[in-house]
């Protein structure tokens, strides 16, 4: 019976540590912004998904907290079809946050507000879905914690993968139906080609019959 209980922990214990790395981790950036024009990111989402963005400007390539002269930047997210989801001037850090409602590439572009003459970056914390969700504020609404709170996680994980999944098969299913339509145009140029060469043709051979017949030719 000990035996069955250690197993059965031990058991926990995997899933658990494969829940964990299966959740989504913060995607860290970082961005060279030129001196003029902007530097875009962009990533391929699905509808009703959480995105969390966090964004801070420095000059040099190691970002200090304590730096007493921060380049200010103009920051730009918006939605495939052009919505504009967040907008701000004259910043040197900041984080946007909103929930999809299109599907496709969102972008966040980047501009300097002044040329320092010095090389600025930019870094970004992008979170997505799972990574983007307060575990420590869901531990403390629903009173979960330890076990629970892992297997909470291992559920929501869960979930957005089969969301993934399902958004894979429809753009699967989209893509299929264009490329049956496509086959398909081509296919009715191609015959309609065809029948339009050989009535030239007829009407070539018609005329020259025609001709040569009044030339006396044959």
Not at 170 to 179: F, K
Not at 201 to 217: D, E, G, H, I, M
Request: charged share 25%; glycine share 6%; net charge neutral.
């Amino acid at each position: 019976m000990n035996m069955k209980l250690g197993g059965a922990r031990r058991l926990w214990t995997v899933l658990l540590v494969v829940a964990v790395a299966a959740v989504p981790a913060a995607r860290g950036l970082w961005l060279e912004l030129p001196s003029t024009g902007t530097k875009c990111v962009s990533e391929e989402l699905h509808n009703n998904v959480v995105v969390l963005g966090d964004y801070y400007a420095f000059v040099g390539e190691d970002y200090d907290a304590n730096a007493t002269s921060t380049p200010t930047i103009t920051v730009k997210v918006t939605s495939p079809y052009g919505n504009e989801l967040y907008h701000k001037e004259k910043l040197s850090h900041g984080q946007f946050a909103f929930s999809t409602t299109e599907s496709g590439n969102y972008l966040a572009c980047f501009s300097l507000d002044n040329d320092l003459g010095k090389k600025v970056t930019v870094g970004i914390d992008w979170k997505i879905g799972i990574a983007a969700k307060d575990w420590d504020s869901v531990a403390k609404k629903e009173k979960i914690e330890g076990l629970e709170l892992e297997l909470k996680k291992l559920e929501e994980s869960v979930e957005s993968i089969h969301n993934n999944l399902q958004y894979l098969i429809t753009r699967e299913a989209d893509m299929r139906e264009v490329s049956e339509m496509t086959n398909a145009r081509v296919a009715w140029y191609s015959s309609t080609s065809l029948g339009i060469c050989i009535i030239v043709a007829v009407l070539q051979l018609w005329y020259l019959r025609r001709y040569f017949q009044k030339k006396k030719l044959i």
